[in-house]
């Protein structure tokens, strides 16, 4: 088992660069450790917090318990024809993961380019990006019972996979912890380029026949010009979920906001961008003290050095209670606030 630490400082732990304490911290490095340490009295006598890139939480306070640094390495592959199984250790980087694979020429994940976070993190909320979610190239995963520490597969009908979500979250929350994920590859790329910036980007560079290289080329570019990056300015990427509301209440916000971006779901339902719903109330770009919404993506909020969790909270209920307001659409956070 790596080497037990006490109050540790967090600040490099979360992607807000929050600067909090845990009262225990552990590396975990393999999976035999990763056994040891649940067998140990310690983390049954703890409140546990698995962090991966610690790119999805917000530290609102010191953490009073244990927190558990995913860091078990290693990627492999196996082919099959066309199909590629990669597997990769909850602690590998998630871009560094997607490079590996676009390196190779195993396409999937290349939309994803760039996320930050961890491969273990990955499929808890199901991330996405640029027309691609990890449900679509998620094969299985591996994870530890918290009680037990007995193992399990998780194929992909176990996982409830929707959007931003999976059974991590929900039914299971706080009783596992992935320790690998096997993803459904091909060496066949079926270049998904449906995400309107993903085809301008390209054809400004004259790309016409795109390969997977291309797309994570471009999707990393898009990336860089909208998203604030972690290492030099704190932020988790988007902080709100984008709302899911009935045929019914969307009418009646098209009816008063024609200009609304909304994209209908196929069971009658519509996504509005929540990004969009936050600027229309005036909150692109703001400072307020500390924090603040990033200049170029309403939706991501972001630390301009020393901001508090609380700060950032107290200023995510603004921004929550302004879109209430004005088209009253709940937001809810995709942040995990701690
Ligand atoms: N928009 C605005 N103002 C803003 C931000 C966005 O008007 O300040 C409008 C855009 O013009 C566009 C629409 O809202 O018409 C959607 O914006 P964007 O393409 O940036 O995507 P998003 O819906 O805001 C989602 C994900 C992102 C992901 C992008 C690209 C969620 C909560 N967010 O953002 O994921 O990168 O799509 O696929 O689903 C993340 O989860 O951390 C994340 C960054």
């Not at 995963?141 to 009908?157: D, L, P, Y």
């Not at 703001?286 to 200023?315: C, D, M």
Request: aromatic share 10%; glycine share 10%.
């Amino acid at each position: 088992m790596s080497a037990l630490q006490e109050n540790t400082a967090l600040k490099a732990y979360n992607t807000f660069g929050i600067d909090v304490k845990a009262r225990y911290f552990s590396e975990i490095l393999t999976e035999e450790g990763l056994i040891e340490m649940l067998q140990s009295d310690l983390i049954h006598s703890q409140s546990l917090l698995v962090l991966g890139g610690g790119s999805n939480v917000l530290f609102t306070q010191n953490f009073d318990g244990l927190v558990l640094k995913i860091g078990i390495p290693g990627i492999s592959a196996v082919a099959n024809g066309d199909e590629v199984l990669v597997t990769a250790g909850a602690g590998v980087v998630w871009n560094d993961f997607v490079n590996y694979c676009v390196s190779h020429g195993y396409a999937g994940v290349e939309n994803l380019s760039l996320i930050p976070g961890t491969v273990g993190a990955a499929p808890v909320q199901n991330i996405g990006a640029y027309g691609v979610e990890l449900k679509d190239v998620f094969h299985s995963c591996k994870a530890f019972e918290i009680a037990t520490a007995q193992s399990r597969v998780f194929n992909f009908g176990d996982c409830g996979f929707a959007y931003r979500d999976s059974v991590f979250k929900t039914t299971l929350k706080g009783r596992y912890i992935i320790s690998s994920v096997t993803f459904k590859l091909s060496t066949k790329a079926n270049i998904n380029t449906q995400y309107g910036a993903i085809q301008d980007e390209l054809r400004k560079r004259n790309i016409l026949q795109p390969g997977i290289a291309d797309i994570a080329t471009v999707v990393a570019q898009i990336r860089v010009s909208k998203l604030p990056d972690p290492s030099t300015i704190g932020n988790a990427g988007s902080f709100f979920k984008n709302p899911v509301i009935s045929k019914d209440q969307f009418e009646k916000v098209y009816h008063d906001h024609p200009l609304v971006v909304n994209y209908p779901l196929a069971d009658g339902k519509v996504k509005l961008a929540a990004g969009w719903l936050i600027e229309a109330c005036g909150f692109k770009g703001v400072i307020a003290g500390q924090t603040g919404t990033w200049k170029n993506q309403a939706l991501v909020l972001v630390n301009h050095g020393h901001a508090t969790g609380q700060e950032v909270y107290s200023f995510s209920e603004q921004i929550i209670a302004a879109v209430d307001a004005k088209f009253g659409v709940k937001l809810e956070r995709e942040v995990n606030i701690l």
